[in-house]
């Protein structure tokens, strides 16, 4: 352990994986507690975040669950008050909740727009604005928000898109407001990573993902978690509104899938 965030507290959204396998938001709560910090995991579903707390705690580290829409306002601001009342304040927010929507443009739904944006946008909002007043109160903070490289270049899923394009717009605008109140914001754009939320594309297509970007390997959530840890330790104390892409060099390609 390298302790790049002992003595911080983190509350990490989405932090149960949806099935067999690792997810994003599970890897890095995981990554956070090895680090030091101790960890609230909030999810929607209470037993999925249990798990992940379960696997910190087999490993020696702190943790604790918790659960939360975090398409409600109300339940934000539960899960911070959560995190102090737990561990006595708040240094790290992050914001990894998303679904998907493979629909494009026409095929939407205004519904599905609907759905799309309260899980993947508006839960950013509502989330760090419950953070920021506990934030302050510990001297500042470090917030990151989970977008991807389909809020980067074209793509077909529009909704999801449109969102994910949504949280770049959104972290940019926190961190100027943000930033002489020391709290730092930033966002991560995972490439075509390999998790429970895209298992049942098959392996097929799992194969053409690998091979799509130039460094030919799968990305996983540990390589996103590992970004996060990067975003939320002291190493990024000048780094606040950058989107920091993680996805094998995929997305400065012409290649398609």
Known sequence: MADRLKGKVAIVTGAGSRGPGLGNGKATAILFAREGARVLCVDHMLDRAEATVAQIAAEGGTAAACAADVTSAADCRA???????????????????????????????????????????????????????????RGGGAITCISSVAGLRAHGRTAYAAAKAGVIGFVMTAAEQLGPQGIRVNAIAPGMVWTPMVADLGEELREKRRLSSPLGTEGTAWDV???????????????????????????????GV
Do not use: C
């Not at 737990?86 to 998303?98: A, C, K, S, T, Y």
């Not at 590992?226 to 780094?239: G, K, P, T």
């Open 79 to 137: 899960m911070v008050q959560a995190a102090v009342k737990r561990f006595g304040g708040l240094d790290i927010l992050h914001n990894n909740v998303g679904i998907e929507s493979r629909k494009t443009l026409m095929e939407t739904t205004e519904a599905e727009w609907d759905r799309v944006m309260a899980v993947d946008l508006k839960s950013m909002l509502l989330a760090t604005q419950a953070a920021v007043p506990a934030m302050l109160d």
């Open 225 to 255: 978690a590992w970004a996060a840890v990067y975003l939320a330790s002291d190493e990024a104390r000048w780094v606040t509104g950058h989107t920091l892409v993680v996805d094998g060099g995929r997305s400065i390609t012409t290649r």
